[in-house]
C-alpha cells in the first residue's frame, strides 16, 4: 500500500524505538512538561537527520494527546487520519 503511493518505510531501529517508548509512557503518565518537548523534537530532528525523511507518521493513539510543536517536517497523526477517512466514507 504505502509503495504504491511513493512512501518508503523506514526502519528507525531499536533505540529510536526504545526512546519512542519512554515518551509514550511519559505522555500516559501525564509528564509532558519542557524536558518532554525537547525530547519529542530531538527524536524528530534526529530521524529526518539519520533516515532523510520526508514525515513523521505519528502511529500511536497517545501522540494525539501531544502539544503543538513548531518543526520543519510533516507530522501526520495516524489517528486524526483514521477519523477523517472514517467521516468521509460515512458522508459517501
Known sequence: FLDD???ELI???NQNQE???QLIECLKLGCPGEDYVIGVRDLIARLK???CADGIVLACTEFSCLPS???DIPLI???FEL???TVRLAKQ
Open 5 to 7: 503511493h511513493g512512501i
Open 11 to 13: 526502519d528507525h531501529g
Open 19 to 21: 526512546n519512542i517508548q
Open 49 to 51: 537527520t539519520e533516515y
Open 69 to 71: 510543536f513548531d518543526i
Open 77 to 79: 497523526d495516524s489517528s
Open 83 to 85: 477519523a477523517r477517512e
